[in-house]
C-alpha cells in the first residue's frame, strides 16, 4: 500500500482548503513529482482526520487547476505542468483586468451549468442538490460550514450538468477566488449575523432545477456571481490603495 507521509491533521479554516492547501505544498515542492499516483482516497482522509468526500472535493479542485489527473484503472496522479499553463491561474492583484475577465467567465459557465442542469439532472442529483441547499442553512453563520457546504453545492451543480468539461473549469476559476468567498462570507456573518440571503439565492437556484421557476433561478445565480464581484473589485482596490496592507496578512485574518 502506498503511504502518505507528512500529511498533519487538519484543525482549523475551510476543510476543503486546507486538504488543497497541503496537497498542493507537496506538489509545488517536489515531493509529489510528475507522475506520482496519490494514495487513494480513504488512506488520505484516514492521515489527515477528514472524511473521503473532503478529499474528492479537493481532488476535483486540484483537477480544475490542472494539477492533478485522473486514468481509469490507474489512479490520481500528478500532471507535467509548463510554465504557460499555469500562469492563467497566478492572477496578479494589481492587474484588475484579469479579475473581470476571471469573474466574466465564472458568470457565464455557472450560469450554463444551471441551464444544463435543467436539462439534464437526475432526480437524484436533484435531491442532493437541495440537501446541500439545507447544509448552507445550516452553516450560515459559521464560515467554515458554509464554505464546504457552498463549494458542495456548485460541484453538485456540475455534476448535474453532465458536462466535465465545465466542472473542471468551474473548479479552476474558483482556486484565484477562494480567499475572496472566505473574506465575503466573514463580512456578511459579522455585518448581519448570517448568510441567510447567499442561502436564499441557492436555495432558489436549486428549486429552479427542481421545476421551479427557470426565470428565477437565473436572476437568483446573477445575483450570487454579481455579489461576488462586487467583493472582489472592493478588495482589490483595498489592498492596493496606499498604506493598505499587503495580501498576505489580509488573507491571513481572512482565514481565521
Known amino acids: 500500500m502506498v503511504d502518505s507521509p507528512g500529511l498533519r491533521n487538519i484543525r482549523r479554516r475551510s476543510v476543503v482548503d486546507e486538504v488543497i492547501d497541503q496537497l498542493t505544498q507537496r506538489i509545488v515542492a517536489g515531493e509529489w513529482p510528475p507522475g506520482y499516483v496519490l494514495p487513494g482516497h480513504r488512506t488520505i482522509a484516514v492521515d489527515m ?9 479537493a481532488i476535483r479542485t486540484l483537477q480544475g487547476q490542472g494539477l492533478l489527473d485522473s486514468r481509469h484503472g490507474y489512479g490520481t496522479f500528478v500532471r507535467e505542468i ?4 499555469s500562469i492563467p491561474w497566478m492572477l496578479d492583484p494589481r492587474e484588475h483586468h484579469e479579475y473581470l475577465e476571471l469573474m466574466e467567465a465564472r458568470s457565464l459557465i455557472e450560469n450554463e451549468l444551471v441551464r444544463l442542469a435543467r436539462e ?3 432526480s437524484e442529483e436533484v435531491s442532493r442538490l437541495l440537501d446541500v441547499v439545507e447544509e448552507m442553512h445550516a452553516g450560515r453563520t459559521d464560515v467554515q460550514a ?28 474558483r482556486g484565484p477566488l477562494r480567499r475572496f468567498i472566505r473574506s465575503r462570507a466573514t463580512r456578511q456573518i459579522k455585518d448581519n449575523g448570517s448568510l441567510d440571503q447567499a442561502v436564499s439565492d441557492h436555495r432558489t437556484v436549486a428549486q429552479s432545477i427542481a ?8 436572476v437568483a445565480m446573477d445575483r450570487i456571481v454579481s455579489r461576488g464581484k462586487a ?25 481565521r
Do not use: C, W, Y
Request: hydrophobic share 35%; no cysteine; charged share 25%.
Open 231 to 255: 467583493h472582489v473589485l472592493e478588495s482589490i482596490e483595498q489592498e492596493n490603495a496606499p498604506g493598505s496592507r499587503s495580501r498576505s496578512a489580509q488573507a491571513k485574518e481572512d482565514s
Open 211 to 218: 421545476g421551479g421557476s427557470a426565470s428565477e433561478g437565473d
Open 146 to 173: 458554509f464554505m464546504d457546504a457552498d463549494l458542495r453545492f456548485h460541484i453538485t451543480l456540475a455534476e448535474a450538468a453532465h458536462n466535465g468539461t465545465l466542472l473542471r473549469t468551474m473548479l479552476a476559476i
Open 82 to 85: 509548463d510554465d504557460s499553463e
Open 49 to 57: 482526520g477528514v472524511s473521503s468526500v473532503t478529499v474528492r472535493e
Open 120 to 122: 439534464r439532472a437526475t
